[in-house]
């Protein structure tokens, strides 16, 4: 018996920065109903963790089961200092050299990660460096942030 995988991305952070945290649950549903005849199983990561959550707390039925990894809104948002720094350090000053301290971070091993990639790497590190510099980018996070990363979902 075989079975049918989706994956969806809000594609840009300039098309996140345009929307409202209920409209990304509202498209999420919609784009579920569209594309299933039965309640998926979905993975949620990091924001998108975040909105399936929000779909799974306001609909049930919606989904047979629901996967986390690492979503934003269980619980306020509080990184380690030294991450927090780092992270901050990026996004004020968006250079190489803070990318990549970002990067080490960021990946458990940025060496095999970097091996993987291949020659797609310089373009990957290139476009982070790229979207991070973005007005957009900084409107989105401001706009989300506190909606998704800060506050705890209400318990029910």
Known sequence: MGSRHRAAALTTFEQ???IAVEFAVTWLRELLGATRAQPPILVGHLLGGAIALRLACQ???ALRALVL???LGLAPYRPAPSFALTLAGFLVRPTERSRDRMFQRCFLD????QT???ELWPDLADYALDRVRTPELKQTLRRLMPEL???SLPRS
């Open 16 to 18: 996140v920065a345009r």
């Open 59 to 61: 609909d049930a039925d």
């Open 69 to 71: 990894v690492d979503p």
């Open 110 to 113: 940025l060496d095999a990660v």
């Open 116 to 118: 993987e990639a291949g």
């Open 149 to 151: 990363g800060r506050r």
